[in-house]
């Protein structure tokens, strides 16, 4: 039996994935917080509800990762406090990302935390992190369709240039 054998919770970590565990927790306290504030400025009942279970969802992504770090002896990143609720009324009008923004903003941000669980799950040895890893990967997967759905709903997706295919 190897050093890597048994319960991978009883395994050290390489420094690879404790870098990328606590990168992860640092990214996804920053997103948690831009998103909070970014809530203020929507309008739009759907995406408001799409925003709050993006920062659900990255909320107990950083509390599982922490716990991980703190029981392998590694000090948290730090984290933005929770930026004050304000109503969208208050916010002037050239100050205010309008709604298409913020959900770009918002799956710009779930494209690239599908690449950092990618990078963690082909990275890690032991197999409850890259476990880990695959569901959040499989939870934001399902949180980006949900926001392209929205996109297409509401008009606000600009596609890149659609390749159409001519017939002489």
Known sequence: MGILSGN?????LHYGEVYGLWTFV?????????????????GDDDLKKLIGEAIDGAQAEVKQIS?????NGVALPPAAPEPPKVELESIPVGARFIDPDVAATA???????LVS??????????EDVGMMFGQ????????????????KEKGWLIPPPLHQDKKD
């Open 8 to 12: 991978p919770q009883d395994e050290p």
């Open 26 to 42: 640092l990214t996804g306290n920053k997103m948690i917080a831009d998103h909070q504030m970014l809530l203020n400025h929507v």
């Open 67 to 71: 716990e991980i770090l703190r029981a």
């Open 107 to 113: 799956s710009a941000a779930i494209a690239a935390g």
């Open 117 to 126: 669980c990618s990078t963690m799950m082909g990275q890690s040895i032991r």
């Open 136 to 151: 959040f990967h499989t939870n934001k997967a399902m949180l980006g369709a949900k926001f392209l759905k929205l996109l």
